[in-house]
């Protein structure tokens, strides 16, 4: 689980504006700390299948997300993209 003070920082970079906490560019950029968390929890403990779902689960939620954004916003698409390093997805 993120940890309060790292995702304030987050929506904190990523925030449209003061307040914003439930833009699509800053839910992408939660889920992408949160599956990198898990991706190094994964790399240590190869037989924990739950948290193996809901990684997987979480990686789909955000394509979907930046899916939604692509369609509706493509320059922050491609800045949201850049700036987590993210590869683009077609």
């Given at each position: ?7 304030q920082?987050?929506?904190?970079e ?7 906490t439930?833009?699509?560019?800053v839910q992408i950029?939660?889920?992408?700390e ?35 954004l ?11 993209i ?9």
């Amino acid at each position: 689980m993120l940890q309060k003070e790292k995702k304030q920082a987050i929506i904190q970079e990523f925030q449209a504006h003061e307040g914003d906490t439930g833009s699509t560019e800053v839910q992408i950029a939660v889920l992408t700390e949160r599956i990198n968390e898990l991706t190094t929890h994964m790399r240590i403990n190869k037989h924990d299948y739950a948290t193996q779902r809901g990684l997987i689960m979480l990686v789909g939620q955000r394509r979907r997300l930046l899916r939604y954004l692509r369609n509706n916003n493509s320059a922050s698409y491609k800045k949201t993209i850049k700036k987590l390093k993210i590869r683009e997805s077609n």
